[in-house]
């Protein structure tokens, strides 16, 4: 186990709503980044934040969002779901954005 | 220049045999290639990992082969075990700039090892 926890394991949305996705980091661990994984595909890039601060963005539009707390917990949020946006969502924390990655179980939302 | 290409999609092997599992990338920037295996229902999780200033390394059954002239790298398995069967990632990212910590990971291998 990484120590990497996700809430909800999974979600179903209809198009429009809503939604946020929860993570909690290893303790210590000042980095967290986002990805989106759709059915047989790679983990794709969303964002990352180190200290509470966005630390780059993939290609991604600003209706996906996050939040980093002091906590070690963070927030992924997305406005106005489309289908497309149904995947697994993986959140992975580090010590840096220079260390090893070290990822959750994912969210696995559906967008109806 | 983004992309890291995976190939083959899907992989069978005996038990006992070698499994081989290939990627390319094009940005030369790219320095850290790490590999990972995901497990159904579970997140990836981090194999083994090069930089480009080796061409291999080892670690238990596993090995990463690094080509650095050729932008290429490959995951070998040796004595390939049904437990091994899993998807796995190829990924790459850099450590400057914007860009940092930002893995860009392949489109995956299924592998399927029969007893």
């Known amino acids: 186990e990484t120590g990497v926890t996700q809430s909800p394991t999974h979600l179903i949305k209809t198009r429009g709503q809503q939604v946020t996705l929860r993570c909690s980091s290893q303790s210590g661990h000042n980095t967290v980044s986002w990805y989106q994984q759709a059915l047989g595909q790679g983990p794709q890039f969303i964002f990352q934040y180190y200290r509470e601060e966005e630390n780059g963005r993939g290609n991604f539009p600003p209706r996906f969002s996050g939040l980093q707390f002091p906590n070690y917990s963070s927030e992924l949020n997305v406005n106005a779901l489309e289908l497309d946006d149904s995947a697994l969502y993986l959140c992975?924390?580090?010590?840096?954005?220079?260390?090893?990655?070290?990822f959750g179980p994912g969210t696995r939302l559906t967008v109806l | 220049q983004q992309q890291v290409k995976q190939s083959p999609q899907s992989l069978i092997v005996q038990k006992g045999g070698i499994s081989i599992i290939n990627c390319a990338y094009e940005?030369?920037?790219?320095?850290?290639f790490p590999w990972y295996q995901q497990f159904p229902g579970k997140g990836p999780a981090l194999l083994i990992a090069i930089r480009p200033d080796v061409s291999e390394k080892k670690e238990g059954r596993f090995t990463i082969s690094f080509n650095k002239s050729a932008k290429q790298f490959s995951l070998h398995i040796m004595d390939s075990q049904p437990g091994d069967s899993a998807t796995y990632f190829c990924?790459?990212?850099?450590?400057?700039?914007?860009?940092?910590?930002?893995?860009?990971f392949g489109k995956g291998t299924k592998l399927s090892v029969k007893p």
């Open positions: 992975a924390s580090s010590f840096t954005f220079r260390d090893r990655q070290f």
């Open positions: 990924a790459a990212n850099m450590n400057y700039g914007g860009s940092q910590g930002n893995l860009i």
């Open positions: 940005n030369t920037a790219f320095d850290y």
